[in-house]
């Protein structure tokens, strides 16, 4: 799944997703994309990366990067995405 493709999966809405840390933790968010809160600094650092992209995680109300590669399982109205 690249970048494209993924916010065509949860376009503007709450999902959840669970995935592998790079030191192989695992984790669970519930958050959104395309979220307009105030942000300190510029641009995007990962906005070019097809498989980087930037995401609020809702319970901690703070942006995230997310590897779309390390998806183990992704929710979004009521459809699930999951890898083996």
Sequence with gaps: MNNTQFKQFVGNRIFSVD?????????????RVDVKAPTKGGSNPVEHKPHLVTIFEMNAQQYRTLNLDSIKRLACNGEIYETI
Excluded: E
């Design 19 to 31: 995935f592998t840390k790079a030191n192989g933790d695992l984790r669970h968010y519930n958050a």
